[in-house]
């Protein structure tokens, strides 16, 4: 089993020369992809170093040079990629020995799969960011609570109450992307989530250890999902983004009406401002209508699912 891993590099500078010793220190792992995507921090220094020290790491940039966000970047890591398959680090965590063994012998057994997905761990830096992080409700491994057949997947995923499950812990035929599409580049928040559905409706994804890590994400002050922006808002354009996408896509309807329900339901809390203290929104009020209007037999399926669900903003 040969792997290239992708690593986004945004302001990582401290974090990089583990994550990429990780990664090499896998006896899968063919090439990491180092994608340097704008840093302000000096990590692009670190990466012309660890590009130069390694002769299995390769550095790439955005042609301008600029910020483009992770989901360009790992674009452009899968884009450069050769080998079979392809897993993603975060560019501040790291993998834990033996990352790829559960599933390179899951490939093995059954050539019908598409990727392999497994729980993570979260290491905590300082006390406030565990704070924080234990605050917003998340938990201190990242995993799906069950197992469940590859079909059932992306409807527990857009359900968001069974957990889910990261980038860190996927790792996937590199052809699976010509049926899921691209990361979307217009999500500088949340398409990694975007991605992992858009895999489960058209690829085989199966569980591999779902009790133990196979990497570490890291919390730190310079998390973004520390950095208390409205989980409503960003939310919803997770959600119409995928939902506009499963249309293009001809996904099915009851599928099509569960994103159709989370799209509502986070325009319902925006309309109600129920974020730290938020202004309630007149305007989000005026689109949950006007959306319903829109698509009536959606709003009907929706409608009736909606005692089913738990929601979770984002």
Same mark, same amino acid.
């Given at each position: 089993?040969?792997?290239?891993?992708? &690593?986004?590099?945004?302001?990582? %500078?401290?974090?990089?020369?583990?994550?990429?010793?990780?990664?090499?220190?896998?006896?899968?792992?063919e090439?990491?992809?180092?994608?340097?995507?704008?840093?302000?921090?000096?990590?692009?220094?670190?990466?012309?170093?660890l590009?130069?020290?390694?002769?299995?790491?390769?550095?790439?940039? =955005?042609?301008?040079?600029?910020?483009?966000?992770?989901?360009?970047?790992?674009?452009? #890591?899968?884009?450069?990629?050769?080998?079979?398959?392809?897993?993603?680090?975060?560019?501040?965590?790291?993998?834990?020995?033996?990352?790829?063994?559960?599933? +390179?012998?899951?490939f093995?057994?059954?050539?019908? &799969?598409?990727?392999?997905?497994?729980?993570?761990?979260?290491?905590?830096?300082?006390?406030?960011?565990?704070?924080? @992080?234990r605050?917003?409700?998340?938990?201190?491994?990242?995993?799906?609570?069950?197992?469940?057949?590859?079909? +059932?997947?992306?409807?527990?995923?857009?359900?968001?109450d069974?957990?889910?499950?990261?980038?860190? #812990?996927?790792?996937?035929?590199?052809?699976?992307?010509?049926?899921?599409?691209?990361?979307?580049?217009?999500?500088?928040? =949340?398409?990694?989530?975007?991605?992992? &559905?858009?895999?489960?409706?058209?690829?085989?994804?199966?569980?591999?250890?779902?009790?133990?890590?196979?990497?570490?994400?890291?919390? =730190?002050?310079?998390?973004?999902?520390?950095?208390?922006?409205?989980?409503?808002?960003?939310?919803?354009?997770? @959600?119409?983004?995928?939902?506009? @996408?499963? %249309?293009?896509?001809?996904?099915?309807?009851?599928?099509?009406?569960?994103?159709?329900?989370?799209?509502?339901?986070?325009?319902?809390?925006?309309?109600?401002?129920s974020?730290? #203290?938020?202004?309630?929104?007149?305007?989000?009020?005026?689109?949950?209508?006007?959306?319903?209007?829109?698509?009536?037999?959606?709003?009907?399926?929706? @409608? %009736?699912?909606?005692?089913k669900?738990?929601?979770?903003?984002?």
């Amino acid at each position: 089993m040969q792997v290239t891993v992708v &690593i986004p590099v945004y302001n990582a %500078r401290d974090y990089l020369e583990q994550a990429v010793g990780s990664a090499l220190g896998q006896n899968q792992t063919e090439r990491v992809i180092l994608v340097e995507d704008g840093s302000r921090d000096g990590s692009l220094a670190v990466c012309k170093r660890l590009e130069s020290r390694h002769r299995r790491v390769l550095l790439l940039r =955005h042609p301008d040079g600029g910020n483009h966000g992770a989901g360009a970047s790992r674009n452009l #890591g899968i884009a450069k990629a050769e080998s079979p398959f392809v897993a993603f680090l975060d560019a501040d965590d790291y993998y834990l020995e033996g990352r790829f063994g559960v599933a +390179e012998s899951l490939f093995a057994e059954d050539r019908g &799969i598409d990727g392999v997905y497994e729980a993570i761990a979260v290491r905590f830096d300082d006390s406030e960011s565990a704070r924080r @992080w234990r605050s917003q409700g998340f938990e201190e491994l990242t995993t799906l609570k069950r197992e469940v057949p590859p079909e +059932e997947l992306c409807d527990l995923l857009i359900a968001c109450d069974s957990g889910s499950f990261h980038l860190n #812990g996927l790792v996937v035929r590199r052809k699976a992307f010509d049926r899921s599409g691209s990361f979307f580049e217009s999500l500088r928040l =949340h398409q990694d989530t975007a991605m992992t &559905i858009q895999l489960a409706q058209f690829c085989r994804l199966v569980p591999g250890r779902l009790d133990e890590p196979v990497a570490v994400r890291r919390v =730190h002050p310079g998390n973004r999902y520390l950095s208390g922006y409205n989980p409503y808002r960003t939310g919803l354009k997770l @959600w119409n983004t995928l939902f506009h @996408w499963a %249309r293009e896509r001809e996904v099915a309807g009851s599928r099509l009406a569960s994103l159709f329900l989370n799209c509502q339901y986070h325009r319902y809390r925006l309309a109600l401002g129920s974020h730290r #203290g938020d202004s309630p929104s007149t305007a989000q009020g005026l689109s949950l209508l006007l959306q319903a209007i829109a698509h009536p037999m959606l709003a009907s399926k929706a @409608w %009736r699912q909606r005692k089913k669900r738990r929601f979770r903003a984002g």
